[in-house]
């Protein structure tokens, strides 16, 4: 079984920074994609970043140049940077993992995390 623990949320104020961060644990044999997603009050749930295995990664438009997202391989742990936040990025921001374990493939949420940019 696969765990994520996401953590790094809160408050902060417009042109601000904060950095989640998202462990992953269990008996996982490779983890491909590591991806964060967001969901505003009333909107529908979006990709922000991913990154794959290789270290490539993809960025909504929205976040570009402001987010950047990374990857420790040896910690299992993917972290999104967020600088110059704005009002328009308060959402839960949840981390999303694609792997495999030794029973098969696996994909995993985390609990979702509270981001919150006020002006």
């Known amino acids: 079984q696969v765990q994520l623990v996401e953590s790094g949320g809160g408050v902060v104020q417009a042109g601000g920074s904060l950095r989640l961060s998202c462990a992953a644990s269990?008996?996982?044999?490779?983890?491909?994609?590591m991806d964060w997603y967001r969901q505003a009050p009333g909107k529908q749930r979006e990709l922000v970043a991913a990154v794959t295995s290789g270290g490539n990664t993809n960025y909504a438009d929205s976040v570009k140049g402001r987010f950047a997202i990374s990857r420790d391989n040896a910690k299992n742990t993917v972290y999104l940077q967020m600088n110059s936040l704005s009002p328009e990025d308060t959402a839960v921001y949840y981390c999303?993992?694609?792997?495999?374990?030794?029973?098969?493939?696996?994909?995993?949420w985390g609990q979702g995390i509270l981001v919150s940019v006020s002006s």
């Open positions: 999303n993992v694609w792997g495999t374990v030794v029973a098969g493939s696996f994909e995993v």
């Open positions: 269990g008996s996982i044999s490779r983890i491909n994609t």
